[in-house]
Each structure stands twice: as structure tokens, then as C-alpha cells.
Nanobody, 123 residues
Framework: VQLQASGGGLVQVGGSLRLSCAAS????????MGWFRQAPGKEREFVSS????????YYANSVKGRFTISRGKARSTMYLQMNSLKPEDTAVYYC?????????????????WGQGTQVTVSS
């Protein structure tokens, strides 16, 4: 499966962005999907995950209440609505598809990765 992330950009503190992830090739409709991010000099970290059905979601504490993950009706697309952005949210954001159907925060549960989209929050 190929994953294409888009929607990143430069935004001021307190602003909003909506990231999108489109899957092509193999279907991911039965797989959980997730967002991760990596800031310069730091390890890739979990942001949010959504189950195959879109019913179950899971967030890192650092983004809970500010970010919302969702899937399109065909479940081949995934979104991350990011509100109240902070400078510490600056990173390259990656979308990923899991091997399983349930949500997960573990990198090794994901076997397909997109190329990443840059999010920069300026103060």
C-alpha cells in the first residue's frame, strides 16, 4: 500500500491545520491507521491512532483535546484536524497503516508509512 500525506504548512501559534493521508494500492479499510511525528533531533513519536471502523481512537497526552483523528467513509483516507497548535507541535508528520485492526501507539505495529508532511508552528 502507498500512503500519501499532505496538508502540512506554516501556521502561527493557536492556529489550525488539517492533515490528510490517502491510501492507494492494497486496501487499508480493515486496518487501523495512525499519525506519528518526528521533530529534528528527536525520535519518531506517536500522535494518534484510529481503528479500522473509525469508532475507536487513541491520542497521545500531548495532543489530547486539541487534535482529532478521523477516517473517510471508504476508510481509504485518514485525517488529522489540529487545533490550538503550539511550537512544540513542529515536526514532520507521518501517516501509517497498521498490521492489525485495532488502535496502537507502537511504531512496530505499523508496516506501511507515508513520506511525511512538514508542520511548522511559529511563535
Amino acid at each position: 500500500v502507498q500512503l500519501q500525506a499532505s496538508g502540512g504548512g506554516l501556521v502561527q501559534v493557536g492556529g489550525s491545520l488539517r492533515l490528510s493521508c490517502a491510501a492507494s494500492g492494497r486496501t487499508v479499510s480493515n486496518n487501523a491507521m495512525g499519525w506519528f511525528r518526528q521533530a529534528p533531533g528527536k525520535e519518531r513519536e506517536f500522535v494518534s491512532s484510529i481503528s479500522w471502523s473509525g469508532i475507536s481512537t487513541y491520542y497521545a497526552n500531548s495532543v489530547k483535546g486539541r487534535f482529532t483523528i478521523s477516517r473517510g467513509k471508504a476508510r481509504s483516507t485518514m485525517y488529522l484536524q489540529m487545533n490550538s497548535l503550539k511550537p512544540e507541535d513542529t515536526a514532520v508528520y507521518y501517516c501509517a497503516a497498521s498490521r492489525s485492526s485495532g488502535t496502537s501507539y507502537r511504531l512496530y505495529d505499523y508496516n506501511s508509512w507515508g513520506q511525511g508532511t512538514q508542520v511548522t508552528v511559529s511563535s
